[in-house]
């Protein structure tokens, strides 16, 4: 079954503790990104890569990192997460194409909450 | 940026009643996504349809990308469509294959 898996679901952590929500994908899409959505503010993009070792910042990306050793995973660190990172974290996954991408999917979710 | 508006913000409706849900953008768009938020969070694809309509049982959906604007009809609603209804666009230049968003539509459907 074509999916994006994100791990963990749900995650309750402390200020400071490092954390990493995985990421990955099995359509081959060259394409993934990261979302978080927080209420009164919508969706907005943490962190995009175009292909494996090609990433770069979307609109929010302080305080976070990401990195594509492999096509297929994308994962999203927290090096030292506050409070304000509490969010619902969405990754997504297309195929690029110069005319503007293709359908995108999107994982379950990661609930997290730092406290 | 590009602006994705969607309208109405909510919606309440009882079983049965059909619906219409609006998506304007402010630019040309690539592509053209709907989604549907279910209440657990999960962000279910409904639609990709840069232009013309589309059907999938009881949802419909279509685009008309020369005027800006893209519609999502339910028909005969159902307690399980409730949720938050969202259009994304895609567009081209530096921010290729990145989506942007609406707002959303919460519809509410009472039994």
């Known amino acids: 079954e074509a999916q994006v898996t994100q791990n963990p679901r749900y995650l309750i952590t402390v200020t400071g503790k490092k954390l990493t929500v995985t990421c990955s994908q099995n359509?081959?899409?060259?394409?993934m990104s990261w979302y978080r959505q927080d209420p009164g503010l919508g969706l907005r993009q943490i962190y995009y890569?175009?292909?494996?070792?090609?990433?770069d910042k979307g609109d929010v990306p302080e305080g976070y990192k990401v990195s594509r050793k492999e096509k297929r995973n994308f994962p999203l660190i927290l090096e030292s997460p506050s409070p304000n990172q509490t969010s619902l974290y969405f990754c997504?996954?297309?195929?690029?194409?110069?005319?503007?991408?293709?359908?995108?999917?999107f994982g379950q979710g990661t609930r997290l909450t730092v406290v | 940026g590009i602006q994705v508006e969607q309208s109405p913000p909510d919606l309440i409706l009882q079983e049965g009643a059909n619906s219409t849900l609006r998506c304007n953008f402010s630019?040309?768009?690539?592509?053209l996504q709907w989604f549907h938020q279910n209440p657990w969070g999960q962000l279910i694809n409904l639609f990709y349809?840069?232009?013309g309509t589309k059907q999938n049982g009881r949802l419909s959906a279509t685009t008309v990308a020369t005027e800006r604007y893209s519609l999502l009809y339910i028909s005969s609603s159902q307690t399980t469509d409730s949720g938050v209804y969202f259009c994304?666009?895609?567009?081209?230049?530096?921010?290729?294959?990145?989506?942007?968003f609406g707002r959303g539509t919460q519809l509410t459907v009472w039994p």
């Open positions: 630019d040309s768009v690539n592509n």
């Open positions: 349809i840069p232009s």
């Open positions: 997504a996954s297309s195929f690029f194409s110069l005319g503007g991408g293709t359908e995108a999917f």
């Open positions: 994304a666009v895609v567009t081209g230049g530096s921010t290729l294959g990145r989506l942007y």
């Open positions: 890569s175009m292909n494996v070792e090609v990433t």
């Open positions: 359509m081959n899409h060259e394409y």
